[in-house]
Protein backbone atom coordinates (compact mmCIF):
# COMPACT_ATOMS: atom_id res chain seq x y z
CA UNK A 1 0.00 0.00 0.00
CA UNK A 2 1.60 3.41 -0.88
CA UNK A 3 1.40 5.96 1.61
CA UNK A 4 2.23 9.61 0.72
CA UNK A 5 3.42 12.18 2.52
CA UNK A 6 4.61 16.19 2.28
CA UNK A 7 7.55 17.92 3.64
CA UNK A 8 9.68 21.13 2.78
CA UNK A 9 12.83 20.45 -0.12
CA UNK A 10 15.34 21.70 1.54
CA UNK A 11 17.33 20.30 -1.42
CA UNK A 12 15.48 19.76 -3.78
CA UNK A 13 14.93 16.19 -6.28
CA UNK A 14 13.83 13.11 -7.85
CA UNK A 15 15.08 10.21 -6.67
CA UNK A 16 13.71 7.03 -5.63
CA UNK A 17 15.07 3.97 -3.58
CA UNK A 18 15.19 2.22 -0.34
CA UNK A 19 14.76 3.08 3.31
CA UNK A 20 16.89 2.83 6.09
CA UNK A 21 15.25 4.19 9.15
CA UNK A 22 16.02 5.51 12.47
CA UNK A 23 13.77 6.35 15.04
CA UNK A 24 15.95 8.26 17.29
CA UNK A 25 18.18 10.96 16.22
CA UNK A 26 21.30 10.49 14.01
CA UNK A 27 24.32 10.90 15.18
CA UNK A 28 26.73 11.60 12.11
CA UNK A 29 30.40 11.61 13.72
CA UNK A 30 29.34 8.23 15.71
CA UNK A 31 27.73 6.48 12.48
CA UNK A 32 29.77 7.76 9.29
CA UNK A 33 33.08 7.87 11.02
CA UNK A 34 34.61 4.58 11.26
CA UNK A 35 33.75 3.25 7.84
CA UNK A 36 34.90 6.74 6.19
CA UNK A 37 38.08 6.19 8.46
CA UNK A 38 38.63 2.86 7.40
CA UNK A 39 37.76 3.64 3.70
CA UNK A 40 35.49 1.13 3.36
CA UNK A 41 33.25 1.37 -0.09
CA UNK A 42 30.00 2.09 1.72
CA UNK A 43 29.23 3.03 5.13
CA UNK A 44 27.28 1.19 7.47
CA UNK A 45 26.66 2.98 10.79
CA UNK A 46 28.48 2.11 13.99
CA UNK A 47 26.32 4.01 16.90
CA UNK A 48 26.49 2.04 19.45
CA UNK A 49 23.73 4.69 20.90
CA UNK A 50 21.46 3.96 18.29
CA UNK A 51 20.82 0.06 18.24
CA UNK A 52 18.35 0.63 15.79
CA UNK A 53 20.61 1.58 13.32
CA UNK A 54 24.06 0.20 14.19
CA UNK A 55 25.42 -2.13 11.34
CA UNK A 56 22.73 -0.84 8.88
CA UNK A 57 24.39 -0.07 5.17
CA UNK A 58 23.35 3.69 4.95
CA UNK A 59 25.26 5.00 1.54
CA UNK A 60 23.23 5.02 -1.19
CA UNK A 61 20.17 4.73 0.62
CA UNK A 62 17.10 6.90 1.72
CA UNK A 63 17.84 7.53 5.42
CA UNK A 64 14.57 8.26 7.27
CA UNK A 65 15.35 9.83 10.21
CA UNK A 66 14.03 12.99 12.99
CA UNK A 67 16.95 14.91 12.99
CA UNK A 68 20.53 14.72 13.18
CA UNK A 69 22.46 15.16 16.89
CA UNK A 70 25.59 15.00 18.41
CA UNK A 71 29.02 16.16 17.69
CA UNK A 72 29.59 19.72 16.02
CA UNK A 73 31.73 18.00 13.60
CA UNK A 74 28.91 16.22 12.22
CA UNK A 75 28.29 19.15 9.12
CA UNK A 76 31.28 18.16 7.73
CA UNK A 77 31.75 14.18 8.55
CA UNK A 78 28.51 14.90 6.16
CA UNK A 79 30.01 17.05 3.66
CA UNK A 80 32.85 14.65 3.33
CA UNK A 81 30.14 11.55 2.77
CA UNK A 82 28.80 13.38 0.43
CA UNK A 83 31.15 14.85 -1.78
CA UNK A 84 32.76 11.09 -1.55
CA UNK A 85 30.18 9.69 -3.04
CA UNK A 86 29.39 7.59 0.58
CA UNK A 87 26.32 9.49 1.52
CA UNK A 88 22.56 8.17 1.45
CA UNK A 89 21.32 9.56 -1.86
CA UNK A 90 18.52 11.75 0.10
CA UNK A 91 17.77 12.05 4.06
CA UNK A 92 14.00 12.03 4.66
CA UNK A 93 13.64 14.49 8.21
CA UNK A 94 10.47 14.15 9.89
CA UNK A 95 11.06 16.76 12.24
CA UNK A 96 12.28 20.71 10.92
CA UNK A 97 16.52 20.17 9.73
CA UNK A 98 19.10 20.55 12.17
CA UNK A 99 21.99 22.95 11.94
CA UNK A 100 24.56 19.96 11.46
CA UNK A 101 22.54 18.86 8.70
CA UNK A 102 21.84 22.03 7.53
CA UNK A 103 25.56 22.84 6.76
CA UNK A 104 26.78 19.29 5.84
CA UNK A 105 24.08 19.59 2.90
CA UNK A 106 24.98 23.55 2.16
CA UNK A 107 28.85 23.15 1.99
CA UNK A 108 28.67 19.91 -0.29
CA UNK A 109 26.49 22.26 -2.21
CA UNK A 110 28.59 25.06 -2.78
CA UNK A 111 32.24 24.02 -2.13
CA UNK A 112 31.96 20.36 -3.67
CA UNK A 113 29.07 20.61 -6.20
CA UNK A 114 27.95 17.83 -4.40
CA UNK A 115 24.16 17.59 -3.69
CA UNK A 116 21.99 14.62 -1.45
CA UNK A 117 18.22 15.17 -1.67
CA UNK A 118 16.69 16.04 1.34
CA UNK A 119 13.18 16.76 2.78
CA UNK A 120 12.38 18.05 5.99
CA UNK A 121 9.55 18.31 8.31
CA UNK A 122 7.80 15.21 7.21
CA UNK A 123 6.26 14.71 10.51
CA UNK A 124 5.94 12.06 12.88
CA UNK A 125 3.41 10.22 11.10
CA UNK A 126 6.11 9.49 8.32
CA UNK A 127 8.40 8.20 10.39
CA UNK A 128 5.83 5.97 12.56
CA UNK A 129 4.48 4.47 9.00
CA UNK A 130 7.95 3.90 6.88
CA UNK A 131 10.12 0.65 7.55
CA UNK A 132 13.23 -1.02 6.73
CA UNK A 133 13.70 -1.59 3.12
CA UNK A 134 10.34 0.51 2.10
CA UNK A 135 10.70 1.81 -1.12
CA UNK A 136 10.64 5.39 -1.25
CA UNK A 137 9.92 7.42 -4.36
CA UNK A 138 10.90 11.40 -3.62
CA UNK A 139 9.68 14.14 -6.03
CA UNK A 140 11.18 17.97 -6.39
CA UNK A 141 8.55 19.61 -4.12
CA UNK A 142 8.87 17.84 -1.43
CA UNK A 143 6.12 14.68 -1.41
CA UNK A 144 7.24 11.23 -0.40
CA UNK A 145 5.66 8.02 -1.60
CA UNK A 146 5.91 5.43 0.93
CA UNK A 147 5.56 1.62 -0.89
CA UNK A 148 4.93 -0.23 -3.65
CA UNK B 1 24.57 34.94 -8.76
CA UNK B 2 22.47 33.39 -5.78
CA UNK B 3 19.39 35.06 -5.14
CA UNK B 4 17.90 35.42 -1.38
CA UNK B 5 15.60 36.98 0.02
CA UNK B 6 17.12 37.21 3.15
CA UNK B 7 17.72 41.56 3.75
CA UNK B 8 21.12 42.32 3.18
CA UNK B 9 23.37 45.51 3.47
CA UNK B 10 24.25 47.07 0.40
CA UNK B 11 27.97 45.53 2.06
CA UNK B 12 26.48 42.07 2.07
CA UNK B 13 25.02 42.57 -1.31
CA UNK B 14 27.70 43.29 -2.79
CA UNK B 15 30.28 40.75 -1.59
CA UNK B 16 27.33 38.20 -2.66
CA UNK B 17 27.82 39.88 -6.37
CA UNK B 18 31.26 38.69 -6.13
CA UNK B 19 32.67 41.97 -5.85
CA UNK B 20 34.89 40.89 -2.89
CA UNK B 21 36.00 37.87 -4.78
CA UNK B 22 34.65 34.82 -5.23
CA UNK B 23 35.93 33.15 -2.21
CA UNK B 24 34.57 35.39 -0.55
CA UNK B 25 31.29 35.29 -2.11
CA UNK B 26 31.03 31.43 -1.70
CA UNK B 27 31.87 31.45 1.80
CA UNK B 28 29.10 34.44 2.41
CA UNK B 29 26.56 32.17 0.45
CA UNK B 30 27.08 29.28 2.80
CA UNK B 31 26.40 31.30 5.48
CA UNK B 32 23.10 32.89 3.87
CA UNK B 33 22.03 29.09 2.56
CA UNK B 34 22.55 28.04 6.05
CA UNK B 35 20.61 30.67 7.54
CA UNK B 36 17.86 30.59 5.06
CA UNK B 37 16.98 27.26 5.92
CA UNK B 38 16.06 27.98 9.37
CA UNK B 39 13.81 31.12 8.49
CA UNK B 40 16.87 33.96 8.84
CA UNK B 41 15.86 36.93 7.48
CA UNK B 42 19.07 38.66 8.19
CA UNK B 43 22.54 38.35 9.19
CA UNK B 44 23.93 39.63 12.63
CA UNK B 45 27.48 41.11 13.29
CA UNK B 46 29.50 39.19 15.22
CA UNK B 47 30.75 40.35 18.53
CA UNK B 48 33.41 37.89 19.16
CA UNK B 49 35.78 35.22 18.04
CA UNK B 50 34.55 32.06 16.63
CA UNK B 51 35.70 28.78 17.94
CA UNK B 52 36.01 25.96 15.61
CA UNK B 53 35.53 22.01 16.30
CA UNK B 54 38.41 21.08 13.84
CA UNK B 55 41.75 20.53 15.39
CA UNK B 56 42.93 17.56 13.54
CA UNK B 57 44.81 16.73 10.07
CA UNK B 58 42.82 13.99 9.34
CA UNK B 59 42.93 13.36 6.08
CA UNK B 60 39.44 12.22 5.73
CA UNK B 61 38.16 15.77 5.87
CA UNK B 62 39.96 16.63 2.57
CA UNK B 63 37.16 18.83 1.57
CA UNK B 64 37.84 20.78 5.11
CA UNK B 65 41.73 21.37 3.59
CA UNK B 66 40.51 22.36 0.19
CA UNK B 67 38.09 24.93 1.56
CA UNK B 68 41.11 26.27 3.81
CA UNK B 69 43.31 26.30 0.97
CA UNK B 70 40.67 28.34 -1.18
CA UNK B 71 40.38 30.45 2.26
CA UNK B 72 44.20 31.09 1.94
CA UNK B 73 45.19 31.66 -1.65
CA UNK B 74 42.43 34.13 -1.42
CA UNK B 75 44.20 36.38 1.22
CA UNK B 76 41.08 36.02 4.02
CA UNK B 77 41.39 35.21 7.54
CA UNK B 78 38.65 35.58 10.52
CA UNK B 79 37.83 39.52 11.70
CA UNK B 80 39.12 38.29 15.17
CA UNK B 81 41.84 36.05 15.91
CA UNK B 82 39.97 32.26 16.71
CA UNK B 83 40.66 29.73 19.11
CA UNK B 84 39.77 25.87 18.28
CA UNK B 85 39.56 22.27 19.81
CA UNK B 86 42.49 20.45 21.66
CA UNK B 87 45.24 18.50 19.47
CA UNK B 88 45.27 14.79 18.76
CA UNK B 89 48.42 13.64 19.90
CA UNK B 90 50.93 13.81 22.91
CA UNK B 91 53.70 11.21 22.87
CA UNK B 92 55.05 12.99 25.92
CA UNK B 93 52.66 12.19 28.56
CA UNK B 94 50.18 10.28 27.06
CA UNK B 95 51.02 6.41 26.49
CA UNK B 96 51.42 5.80 23.10
CA UNK B 97 53.33 2.37 21.75
CA UNK B 98 55.63 2.64 18.53
CA UNK B 99 53.11 0.88 16.23
CA UNK B 100 50.15 3.46 17.52
CA UNK B 101 51.80 6.41 16.99
CA UNK B 102 52.77 5.13 13.44
CA UNK B 103 49.28 4.92 12.97
CA UNK B 104 48.84 8.49 14.87
CA UNK B 105 51.61 9.69 12.47
CA UNK B 106 51.16 8.02 8.76
CA UNK B 107 47.56 7.20 8.83
CA UNK B 108 44.91 9.13 11.59
CA UNK B 109 46.76 12.69 11.84
CA UNK B 110 49.20 12.66 8.87
CA UNK B 111 47.88 15.98 7.76
CA UNK B 112 48.47 17.58 11.34
CA UNK B 113 51.29 20.12 10.70
CA UNK B 114 49.65 21.03 7.19
CA UNK B 115 46.21 21.73 9.25
CA UNK B 116 47.99 23.73 11.66
CA UNK B 117 49.46 25.66 9.35
CA UNK B 118 45.98 26.15 8.01
CA UNK B 119 44.45 27.30 10.68
CA UNK B 120 47.32 30.11 11.85
CA UNK B 121 46.81 31.18 8.46
CA UNK B 122 42.91 32.15 8.23
CA UNK B 123 43.62 33.39 11.63
CA UNK B 124 44.29 31.06 14.64
CA UNK B 125 45.21 33.21 17.90
CA UNK B 126 48.13 31.03 18.38
CA UNK B 127 49.09 27.78 19.18
CA UNK B 128 47.97 27.34 23.06
CA UNK B 129 44.37 28.14 21.38
CA UNK B 130 43.58 24.49 21.16
CA UNK B 131 41.11 23.53 24.04
CA UNK B 132 37.11 22.30 24.01
CA UNK B 133 37.03 24.98 26.78
CA UNK B 134 38.35 28.04 24.93
CA UNK B 135 36.38 30.08 27.47
CA UNK B 136 38.59 29.43 30.15
CA UNK B 137 40.73 32.86 31.61
CA UNK B 138 44.00 30.85 30.33
CA UNK B 139 42.66 30.37 26.71
CA UNK B 140 40.81 33.65 26.28
CA UNK B 141 37.83 33.46 24.38
CA UNK B 142 35.57 34.31 27.20
CA UNK B 143 32.18 36.23 25.22
CA UNK B 144 30.20 38.67 27.41
CA UNK B 145 26.79 38.26 28.33
CA UNK B 146 24.25 39.00 25.22
CA UNK B 147 27.16 38.46 22.67
CA UNK B 148 26.63 37.37 19.04
CA UNK B 149 28.54 34.64 18.43
CA UNK B 150 29.48 31.59 15.82
CA UNK B 151 30.60 28.62 17.70
CA UNK B 152 31.16 25.20 16.87
CA UNK B 153 31.98 22.35 19.92
CA UNK B 154 29.02 21.57 21.02
CA UNK B 155 30.45 22.13 24.95
CA UNK B 156 31.71 25.30 24.86
CA UNK B 157 28.24 26.36 22.49
CA UNK B 158 26.45 24.72 25.92
CA UNK B 159 28.52 26.77 28.22
CA UNK B 160 28.79 30.05 26.42
CA UNK B 161 24.75 30.13 26.06
CA UNK B 162 23.87 28.66 29.11
CA UNK B 163 26.68 29.89 31.27
CA UNK B 164 27.98 32.98 29.92
CA UNK B 165 24.52 34.42 28.38
CA UNK B 166 26.14 35.11 25.03
CA UNK B 167 24.31 33.58 22.15
CA UNK B 168 25.47 30.91 19.43
CA UNK B 169 23.61 28.19 17.38
CA UNK B 170 24.88 24.97 17.56
CA UNK B 171 27.11 25.17 14.51
CA UNK B 172 28.72 23.09 12.31
CA UNK B 173 32.57 22.86 11.60
CA UNK B 174 33.77 24.70 8.85
CA UNK B 175 30.54 27.09 9.06
CA UNK B 176 31.54 28.84 11.99
CA UNK B 177 34.75 29.74 9.81
CA UNK B 178 32.94 30.94 7.39
CA UNK B 179 30.63 32.87 9.75
CA UNK B 180 34.14 34.53 11.06
CA UNK B 181 35.90 34.96 7.45
CA UNK B 182 32.50 36.67 6.33
CA UNK B 183 32.14 38.92 10.31
CA UNK B 184 28.35 37.52 10.68
CA UNK B 185 26.08 34.88 11.71
CA UNK B 186 22.19 34.78 10.70
CA UNK B 187 19.93 35.30 13.02
CA UNK B 188 18.08 32.27 13.83
CA UNK B 189 17.65 29.86 16.97
CA UNK B 190 19.54 30.87 20.17
CA UNK B 191 20.56 34.44 18.80
CA UNK B 192 16.92 34.97 19.18
CA UNK B 193 14.70 36.01 22.49
CA UNK B 194 12.15 33.85 21.09
CA UNK B 195 14.45 31.20 20.46
CA UNK B 196 15.93 31.00 23.81
CA UNK B 197 12.34 30.26 25.68
CA UNK B 198 12.30 26.76 27.61
CA UNK B 199 9.97 24.13 26.17
CA UNK B 200 11.11 21.37 29.05
CA UNK B 201 10.81 21.77 32.62
CA UNK B 202 13.12 19.97 34.12
CA UNK B 203 11.79 18.91 38.12
CA UNK B 204 15.18 17.69 39.52
CA UNK B 205 14.59 15.89 43.02
CA UNK B 206 17.35 13.51 43.46
CA UNK B 207 18.72 12.99 46.96
CA UNK B 208 21.80 14.74 46.62
CA UNK B 209 23.71 16.34 43.51
CA UNK B 210 23.99 14.12 40.87
CA UNK B 211 27.05 13.37 38.61
CA UNK B 212 27.36 16.14 36.04
CA UNK B 213 27.64 14.13 33.48
CA UNK B 214 24.37 11.41 34.10
CA UNK B 215 22.00 14.66 34.67
CA UNK B 216 23.16 16.08 31.62
CA UNK B 217 22.87 13.13 29.82
CA UNK B 218 19.73 12.70 30.70
CA UNK B 219 18.58 15.53 30.16
CA UNK B 220 20.34 15.59 26.39
CA UNK B 221 18.46 12.29 25.52
CA UNK B 222 15.00 13.53 26.70
CA UNK B 223 14.61 17.24 25.49
CA UNK B 224 17.23 16.27 22.79
CA UNK B 225 17.21 19.97 20.77
CA UNK B 226 15.24 21.49 22.98
CA UNK B 227 15.47 24.17 25.83
CA UNK B 228 15.24 23.17 29.17
CA UNK B 229 14.76 25.27 32.00
CA UNK B 230 16.56 23.23 35.45
CA UNK B 231 14.60 23.27 39.03
CA UNK B 232 16.07 22.14 41.92
CA UNK B 233 19.52 22.28 41.00
CA UNK B 234 20.45 25.38 42.25
CA UNK B 235 20.28 25.10 45.26
CA UNK B 236 22.31 22.16 45.00
CA UNK B 237 24.78 23.45 43.56
CA UNK B 238 24.72 26.15 46.62
CA UNK B 239 22.75 28.92 44.95
CA UNK B 240 25.88 30.94 43.19
CA UNK B 241 27.50 30.63 40.06
CA UNK B 242 30.83 30.42 41.49
CA UNK B 243 33.88 28.30 40.03
CA UNK B 244 32.35 25.09 41.27
CA UNK B 245 28.88 25.70 39.70
CA UNK B 246 30.89 26.65 36.75
CA UNK B 247 32.46 23.77 36.52
CA UNK B 248 29.55 21.31 36.94
CA UNK B 249 27.48 22.79 34.23
CA UNK B 250 30.41 22.49 32.13
CA UNK B 251 30.37 19.05 32.13
CA UNK B 252 26.33 19.28 32.37
CA UNK B 253 26.27 20.71 28.98
CA UNK B 254 28.93 18.36 27.28
CA UNK B 255 26.94 15.48 28.42
CA UNK B 256 23.61 16.86 26.93
CA UNK B 257 24.89 18.28 24.17
CA UNK B 258 26.76 14.82 23.31
CA UNK B 259 23.77 12.60 24.13
CA UNK B 260 20.99 15.11 22.67
CA UNK B 261 21.86 18.89 21.00
CA UNK B 262 21.80 20.98 23.57
CA UNK B 263 22.74 24.12 23.18
CA UNK B 264 21.13 25.72 25.65
CA UNK B 265 19.64 25.32 29.68
CA UNK B 266 18.68 27.63 32.05
CA UNK B 267 19.09 26.32 35.47
CA UNK B 268 16.65 28.28 38.11
CA UNK B 269 18.18 31.23 40.14
CA UNK B 270 21.69 30.23 38.68
CA UNK B 271 21.92 31.27 34.86
CA UNK B 272 22.35 34.53 33.56
CA UNK B 273 19.07 34.80 31.95
CA UNK B 274 17.09 32.57 34.69
CA UNK B 275 18.23 34.74 37.07
CA UNK B 276 17.13 37.82 35.63
CA UNK B 277 13.81 36.32 33.41
CA UNK B 278 12.78 33.24 36.08
CA UNK B 279 9.79 31.43 34.89
CA UNK B 280 9.13 33.61 32.44
CA UNK B 281 11.78 31.83 30.35
CA UNK B 282 9.01 28.95 30.14
CA UNK B 283 7.21 28.55 27.05
CA UNK B 284 3.44 27.88 28.04
CA UNK B 285 2.46 24.13 27.28
CA UNK B 286 6.21 23.27 28.50
CA UNK B 287 6.48 19.21 28.94
CA UNK B 288 7.72 18.35 32.10
CA UNK B 289 10.75 15.24 33.13
CA UNK B 290 10.59 14.68 36.49
CA UNK B 291 14.59 13.44 37.44
CA UNK B 292 14.84 11.76 40.30
CA UNK B 293 17.70 8.96 42.03
CA UNK B 294 15.74 6.11 40.05
CA UNK B 295 15.72 7.88 36.89
CA UNK B 296 19.66 9.06 37.25
CA UNK B 297 20.47 5.15 37.75
CA UNK B 298 18.03 4.20 34.75
CA UNK B 299 19.99 6.38 33.05
CA UNK B 300 23.12 4.73 34.10
CA UNK B 301 22.08 1.18 33.86
CA UNK B 302 21.32 2.08 30.05
CA UNK B 303 25.13 2.81 29.31
CA UNK B 304 26.63 -0.21 27.03
CA UNK B 305 29.30 -2.00 28.44
CA UNK B 306 31.91 -2.13 25.02
CA UNK B 307 35.17 -3.47 26.53
CA UNK B 308 35.01 -7.09 25.00
CA UNK B 309 36.24 -8.13 28.21
CA UNK B 310 34.17 -6.43 31.11
CA UNK B 311 36.09 -7.62 33.57
CA UNK B 312 39.00 -6.61 32.27
CA UNK B 313 42.33 -4.59 33.79
CA UNK B 314 41.96 -1.25 33.11
CA UNK B 315 44.78 -0.01 30.59
CA UNK B 316 44.38 3.70 30.21
CA UNK B 317 42.20 6.34 32.23
CA UNK B 318 41.14 9.67 30.74
CA UNK B 319 39.73 12.24 33.06
CA UNK B 320 39.13 15.41 31.53
CA UNK B 321 36.58 15.46 28.55
CA UNK B 322 35.64 18.77 28.35
CA UNK B 323 38.95 19.93 29.42
CA UNK B 324 39.39 20.39 33.21
CA UNK B 325 39.34 23.67 34.43
CA UNK B 326 42.25 24.74 36.64
CA UNK B 327 40.38 23.98 39.98
CA UNK B 328 38.53 20.52 38.67
CA UNK B 329 42.51 19.80 38.02
CA UNK B 330 43.65 20.39 41.32
CA UNK B 331 40.39 18.30 43.22
CA UNK B 332 41.43 15.27 40.91
CA UNK B 333 44.74 15.34 42.23
CA UNK B 334 43.20 15.97 45.28
CA UNK B 335 40.91 12.73 45.03
CA UNK B 336 43.59 10.91 43.02
CA UNK B 337 45.48 11.16 46.71
CA UNK B 338 43.13 10.08 48.75
CA UNK B 339 42.06 6.98 46.28
CA UNK B 340 45.61 5.85 46.80
CA UNK B 341 45.97 6.50 50.63
CA UNK B 342 42.33 4.49 50.84
CA UNK B 343 44.02 1.53 48.63
CA UNK B 344 47.36 1.78 50.63
CA UNK B 345 49.02 2.63 47.27
CA UNK B 346 51.75 5.47 46.33
CA UNK B 347 50.94 5.55 42.71
CA UNK B 348 48.31 4.70 40.17
CA UNK B 349 47.75 1.09 38.76
CA UNK B 350 46.11 2.51 35.44
CA UNK B 351 47.37 4.66 33.42
CA UNK B 352 46.09 8.42 33.79
CA UNK B 353 45.48 11.12 32.01
CA UNK B 354 44.54 13.92 33.08
CA UNK B 355 43.39 16.24 30.53
CA UNK B 356 43.47 20.26 29.90
CA UNK B 357 43.47 23.18 28.34
CA UNK B 358 47.60 24.17 27.17
CA UNK B 359 47.24 27.19 29.59
CA UNK B 360 45.93 25.60 32.79
CA UNK B 361 48.31 22.98 31.97
CA UNK B 362 51.30 25.40 32.19
CA UNK B 363 50.47 27.39 35.03
CA UNK B 364 49.60 23.53 36.92
CA UNK B 365 53.42 22.97 35.56
CA UNK B 366 54.57 26.41 37.47
CA UNK B 367 53.41 25.16 40.38
CA UNK B 368 56.27 22.85 41.63
CA UNK B 369 54.73 21.65 44.64
CA UNK B 370 51.51 20.29 42.67
CA UNK B 371 53.20 18.69 39.78
CA UNK B 372 56.05 17.09 42.30
CA UNK B 373 52.55 15.90 43.89
CA UNK B 374 51.20 14.66 40.98
CA UNK B 375 54.47 12.64 39.40
CA UNK B 376 54.31 10.97 42.93
CA UNK B 377 50.57 9.60 41.98
CA UNK B 378 51.96 8.53 38.46
CA UNK B 379 48.77 10.15 36.64
CA UNK B 380 50.18 13.00 33.76
CA UNK B 381 49.07 15.70 32.41
CA UNK B 382 47.83 16.54 28.68
CA UNK B 383 45.86 19.27 26.94
CA UNK B 384 45.09 16.73 24.30
CA UNK B 385 41.50 15.43 23.12
CA UNK B 386 40.87 12.18 24.23
CA UNK B 387 38.57 11.52 21.69
CA UNK B 388 40.85 12.13 18.97
CA UNK B 389 42.78 9.97 20.30
CA UNK B 390 40.68 7.02 21.13
CA UNK B 391 40.09 7.60 17.30
CA UNK B 392 43.28 5.11 16.65
CA UNK B 393 41.61 2.05 15.87
CA UNK B 394 44.56 0.50 17.88
CA UNK B 395 43.64 2.74 20.94
CA UNK B 396 40.18 2.30 20.77
CA UNK B 397 40.59 -1.25 21.66
CA UNK B 398 41.88 -0.54 24.75
CA UNK B 399 39.94 -1.00 27.89
CA UNK B 400 39.34 3.03 28.84
CA UNK B 401 38.06 4.29 31.86
CA UNK B 402 36.59 7.41 31.89
CA UNK B 403 34.13 9.92 34.02
CA UNK B 404 32.89 11.25 30.72
CA UNK B 405 30.04 10.87 29.50
CA UNK B 406 31.25 12.44 25.93
CA UNK B 407 34.43 9.95 25.55
CA UNK B 408 32.01 7.02 26.33
CA UNK B 409 29.22 8.12 23.53
CA UNK B 410 31.66 8.48 20.72
CA UNK B 411 34.00 6.17 21.54
CA UNK B 412 34.06 2.68 23.65
CA UNK B 413 35.67 4.01 26.87
CA UNK B 414 33.43 2.61 30.07
CA UNK B 415 31.82 4.99 32.20
CA UNK B 416 32.37 5.70 35.64
CA UNK B 417 31.62 8.20 37.94
CA UNK B 418 34.41 10.53 39.19
CA UNK B 419 34.82 8.76 42.22
CA UNK B 420 34.53 5.26 41.42
CA UNK B 421 37.31 6.77 38.83
CA UNK B 422 39.50 7.68 41.56
CA UNK B 423 38.95 4.28 42.68
CA UNK B 424 39.39 1.98 39.81
CA UNK B 425 42.73 3.28 39.14
CA UNK B 426 44.16 3.76 42.86
CA UNK B 427 43.29 -0.28 42.53
CA UNK B 428 43.96 -1.34 39.01
CA UNK B 429 40.99 -3.53 38.24
CA UNK B 430 37.07 -2.40 38.15
Known amino acids: ?148 | MYHTSMRLSEEEGKLLAGEGGETLRKALESVIRYGELFGATELAPLDGPVHLVTSFGIPLLRPVFAIMDELIAAGLKTERPFTVDPRPCDYANVPTSLLERLVFDKIMYAKQADYEAQLAAVGLKDGSSFSCACYFDEVGNLPGRGDILAWAESSAVAYANSVLGARTNRNSGVLELLCGIVGRAPRFGLLTDEGRRASWVIELRTSALPEAQLLGSAIGMKVVEEVPYIRGLGALLGGELDQGAKDYLKDLGAASASNGAVGLYHVEGLTPEARELGEGLVKPGARTYLIDDAEIERVRRGYPVLWKDPAAKPRLAFIGCPHLSKSQLYSWLERIEAALAAEGSRRVRVPTVLTTAPGVEAAFRADSDALARLEATGATLSSICPLMYLNNPLCGKKAVATCSNKLRTYTAARYFTEAELASVVARGRV
Open chain 1, 1 to 148: MKQTFKGRPVVAGSVSGEAVVSRAGVNVLASFQKDLLARKAAVASRDQNNPGLLGKVLTGKILCLPRTIGSTTGGMILQKAIAAGLAPRAFLFSEPIDSLAAAGLVLAAVWNGAEAVAVDGLGEEFLAAVRDADKIEIRGDGTVVVGE
